[in-house]
């Protein structure tokens, strides 16, 4: 696959009034990696309309196209 080759990671920064207050590491799953690499494959594919957060006891997988527990989506 084309995406096989991107080494993709995820970053959250939670900031309070302008100041960093914690980060969190994430992973970028399958179906992410697929639409930047389309995304770089052809720059008229549709853009990315959301992205969400959440959480859960199950470890992420790279496989995965739903979150556990979504908890804010914008």
Known sequence: MINDGLNLKGKLAISLNGQVVKEVDNI??????????????????????????????????AGDTALETELGRV
């Open 28 to 61: 970028v799953v399958t179906t992410g990696k697929n639409y930047v690499a389309s995304r770089m494959k052809d720059a008229t594919a549709t853009a990315m309309s959301h992205m969400a957060i959440g959480s859960g006891t199950t470890n992420p997988a």
